[in-house]
């Protein structure tokens, strides 16, 4: 782990990176500036991915998230940069615009340190996409109003919709839950068509504790993932 830290701090273009974990649960993040910069990173990467999965950890999934375009390359490049190594299928999320229904970035806040940084991604699955684009649309509306919460982007991949939020600390990630507790009510009841298959959240442990409260009375799958001290960095202000 420590080794694939020290050479993702090698690679350009990169943003975004480390390992966080939950129970025998292991995640590495990466954000890129271009799909030239993922590309050559995990190329650098993989040798030392490997040897963690050789040393007996199973990689569950490995996904490439991206506007269409730098997915289109990296589709191209994968078959040829996984070929030789125990990785499982990629999947490949295509990040959502603005035409879509898409994302929105806004400067850091003060209160919120860039090692405070939590992460969090709403996974779900769509089975009627016309009935779901007005709520993605009051979801992201209601995060843009939310002070703490810094970006957020809708990513898809066939049926499966991802939303991805990043937030200065874990006590404007708690507030934002508190307030988006009635949409999730909704989602539960079944008076709208879309539902969290699960939330993952990121972050310090130290701010994680923050929310876990408010998570888990809403009575929804939360997974909390810990960031191994010392084993991330954050860049949010070029978070792609």
Request: one cysteine or more; aromatic letters at 12%.
């Amino acid at each position: 782990m420590k080794d694939v830290l020290d050479r993702a701090a090698l690679q350009s273009g990169i943003n975004d990176y480390g390992w966080t974990r939950s129970g025998q649960k292991l995640i590495w993040r990466a954000a890129y500036d271009d799909s030239e910069s993922m590309l050559a990173a995990f190329e650098a990467l993989k040798p030392k991915l490997n040897e963690i999965v050789q040393a007996g950890a199973e990689m569950d999934r490995i996904e490439f998230v991206g506007p269409g375009s730098s997915l289109s390359e990296i589709r191209d490049k994968s078959d040829e940069l996984l070929r030789k190594y125990e990785y499982t299928k990629p999947e490949y999320y295509e990040t959502q615009n603005e035409n879509q229904t898409g994302y929105f970035r806004k400067s850091p806040v003060s209160k919120g340190s860039q090692n405070a940084t939590c992460f969090l991604i709403s996974r779900y699955t769509i089975h009627d996409w016309e009935k779901t684009l007005p709520v993605m649309q009051q979801v992201i509306d209601r995060a843009f109003m939310e002070p703490g919460c810094i970006y957020f982007g809708w990513a898809k991949s066939g049926n499966k919709l991802n939303s991805r939020e990043i937030f200065a600390d874990g006590n404007a990630m708690r507030e934002y839950l508190e307030h988006m507790a009635p949409f999730i009510e909704q989602f539960k009841s079944g008076h709208v068509p879309i539902a969290p298959d699960k939330i993952e959240v990121h972050g310090p442990e130290q701010e994680i504790r923050q929310i876990e409260g408010t998570a888990f009375a809403l009575n929804t799958r939360f997974e909390l993932y810990f960031e191994a001290e010392g084993f991330a960095k954050d860049k949010v202000e070029k978070v792609a």
